[in-house]
Nanobody, 115 residues
Framework: QVQLVESGGGLVQAGGSLRLSCATS????????MGWYRQAPGKQRELVAT???????NYADSVKGRFTISRDNAKNTVSLQMNNLKPEDTAVYYC?????????WGQGTQVTVYS
């Protein structure tokens, strides 16, 4: 069973930075893609950023230029560097991984940005 464990969330003032990490129980090279999603209170879960096994990245328009997704195959981790955070970035952030068999989710980590 694949397990994803997020870390790095917290409380930060607008304009600040946070770095989220997602550790996997398996080799991340076995996943076709990995990514970060977020869900704010009363809203649907939405895509933040994804990265394929080949290193191709995709970002939501709302985070382009501020967030950077990366993967470290040696450490089996995927990270999300978040800069210039805004109050509207407040949400629970979830790590996601996909292979040919299924889609996997972490338990989520809270990010709260105050003005």
């Amino acid at each position: 069973q694949v397990q994803l464990v997020e870390s790095g969330g917290g409380l930060v003032q607008a304009g600040g930075s946070l770095r989220l990490s997602c550790a996997t129980s398996g080799r991340i090279s076995s996943f076709n893609s990995m990514g970060w999603y977020r869900q704010a209170p009363g809203k649907q879960r939405e895509l933040v950023a994804t990265i394929t096994s080949g290193g191709n990245t995709n970002y939501a328009d709302s985070v382009k230029g501020r967030f950077t997704i990366s993967r470290d195959n040696a450490k089996n981790t995927v990270s999300l560097q978040m800069n210039n955070l805004k109050p509207e970035d407040t949400a629970v952030y979830y790590c996601n991984a996909n292979n040919m068999f299924s889609s996997y989710w972490g338990q989520g980590t809270q990010v709260t940005v105050y003005s």
